[in-house]
């Protein structure tokens, strides 16, 4: 997996890893605006000086509070941008950098200063090689993604909405002696269910009633049964609440009854249950939900109560062989013909930057294009050097493609 070494010179590798180096050495966590513009104010200074328009931004953030992002823009295209996308924040405040032969212990380095790194090495690279910045280039470096997401979900949809692709410079993963890139990100559906069923004492009068706990039990149960391991859906029930009517609709003010002899007596005739659906393919999400509602009328059927099943948030998938497919398999091309090998990961699970744009169904997306390490949001998180290096002219040689 060693990258062709002359294809990156030692001064721009040494540039690179100098400057990842006092990124991480700026302490940056989610939440501190003026350490996050310490970042991108670094940035913006080092993307200047290979030639691109900066401007820092100021938006509100979900702590009511102004939050800097970063967009520095090549040179103007006739058509649609090309959009690249990280983040600036980290989740811990930073400690001293230490440097160990050809890895960097510190703060962010992984997740993902290294990436940002990475972009200013593969810039430099062109340079030297005498490749122009490609037209509509677009950096967007965002300042939450790792506390509430609110300001990247904004900003990565707004321009998403015009873009012609989209790199996403998060890490890639390491694979015993392999690297990746992640091409699939599942989307999610939210649900809930509902049941109304007859009340009843279940001494007096058993038979004369209707639960609607055991009809939610019953629809849960094969609810979840309906996930398929591997790239498959999954249903996931997150709760699941049920007794009398009076219990489940004041549950904050009846919880107490929870473990005492109160009510115990009685079938229960209300039922709740929350959940969410996760899919790869866009076309899941509906017919998953039209297969839960029809399980919900039979269930209905079956136990004599009344269910309804209505959905609450959706966050549209990245499909791995939607319109990213060929971009992904280019990268992995590039990167074989320097002898660095990439597989690809077509389910990586979470929600991040590629569920936020405006329509995932509709853009090419390539994510985890930065370098890999280890320890994320940890104290022990760190970064593979050698990594940076192969990604610095990976990225140059997707850059000039583009
Ligand atoms: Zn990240």
Redo the contacts with the bound molecule.
Sequence with gaps: MTADLESLPGEIAGRARQLLVELCALSSPSGDADGVGAVAARLAAELLRRGLACEIEQERGADGALHPVLLARGPAAAGRHLLLVG?MDTVLPAIPPRLDRDRLEATGAF??KGGLAMLLGALDLMAARGDHVPDGFLLVAVPD??SSGLISEQVVRRWSERARAVLVL??GGARGDSETLVAGRRGLTEWQLQITGRASHSGLAYWAGRSALAAAADWCLRAQRMSVPGPGRTVNVGRLVAGTADFVDRLAESHGLLGSSGQRNVIADRAVADGELRYLAAAEGPATIAELTELARRVAAEHEVEATLTTGGTVPPVDPHGPGEALVRRAVELAAARGFRLEVETDRGGISFPNYLADPASVAVVDGLGPVGNGMHTRDEWLDLRSLDRRIVLLADLLATL
Excluded: N, V
Aim: net charge negative.
């Design positions: 983040h997740d993902m993604e790792e998060e890490p």
